[in-house]
């Protein structure tokens, strides 16, 4: 199972001006998600408090923190979260 890193390991955020742009792009793609590039090229993301999980959810193993080699992996791997949540119910208007 692939768990989220301790974080004292998290790698810092990336401060490359050519990588904000993307960022963007996949901030605005998947709202409640942030990205980054870590200093080892590898590419990140993480759930915001805009999109929290419930215990329910981390116990069947959804993943806080995503990460890929690309940025078209990363968007895959958070694609793949957002479509293995179960659907939000909407309240009744009773």
């Known amino acids: 199972m692939d768990v989220p890193p301790h974080p004292e390991t998290v790698p810092a955020p990336s401060t490359r001006p050519d990588d904000r742009p993307v960022i963007g792009q996949i901030e605005a793609e998947f709202p409640g998600w942030s990205a980054w590039r870590s200093d080892t090229d590898r590419w990140w993301a993480f759930r915001t408090a805009a999109n929290p999980l419930t215990i329910e959810q981390l116990r069947a193993g959804h993943r806080l923190i995503v990460q890929a080699d690309t940025v078209a992996a990363l968007r895959a791997e958070i694609r793949a ?14």
Do not use: K, Q
Not at 81 to 94: A, G, K, R
């Open 81 to 94: 979260e957002i479509e293995s949540e179960p659907p939000v119910d909407e309240p009744s208007d009773h």
